[in-house]
């Protein structure tokens, strides 16, 4: 083989590699990103910028990624944050207090467990409809500008 055409199976060796290394972090990106409920509205996502501590000051998300009457999982943080009315933002923990499962959906003001069915009013975390007995336990959160952080 000539130097030439070595060069150009180095090449394009280096190419396939490179090709395929940024397929692999085009995939991993997708998959961090949120999950759609039945109604196309974010519902889980990984944690915002932060310190990335899991406690205090770790910036969640911004005022906008929040929707009216919805809301948004961190898994991460183990934290729902809900919008019940303008400019009101609560959270609560995104365990299911039936079994444990964590909480997904959050839509027209109720956060649902896919598991048994459990649903919880998003502006108190009260039980709306059973097998669960207890609310969800609020989750301190500060609201700072357009940043939410947990407290």
Known sequence: MSASQERQVRF?????VTAVGAVGVAAALTACGGSKD?????TVRP????DGANGGGEVLAKTTDIPEGGGVVFADQGVVVTQPKAGEFKAFSSKCTHQGCAVKGIADGVISCPCH???FDAATG????GPATQPLPEKPIQVQGDSITLA
């Open 47 to 50: 944690a915002g910028e932060g």
């Open 117 to 119: 069915g459990s649903t």
């Open 12 to 16: 394009g060796r280096r190419t396939v």
């Open 38 to 42: 039945s109604e196309g509205a974010d």
């Open 126 to 129: 009260a039980v709306t409809a």
